[in-house]
């Protein structure tokens, strides 16, 4: 995560947040899928309820293609 997201402590904040959602979403990625998340600036101000709505809406978006 680049310094575009906050100084040290916002961008370690928002990666424990990110990590925490990701481990709740794993179950529907398939077994030898990999997931990269990449953080934008916008989630160094964003709450958790926000980081969950926005990383459900993109993996629904990932896993409704065809």
Known sequence: MGKT???SVCRHRVTRQLRH????????LPAMADL?????PEAAGAD???LRRDLTRGLD???DRP
């Open 61 to 63: 978006r990932v896993l």
């Open 21 to 28: 959602l990701v481990r709740e979403e794993l179950h529907r």
């Open 48 to 50: 958790i309820g926000t």
């Open 36 to 40: 990269v998340v990449r953080a934008r």
């Open 5 to 7: 997201v906050g100084n």
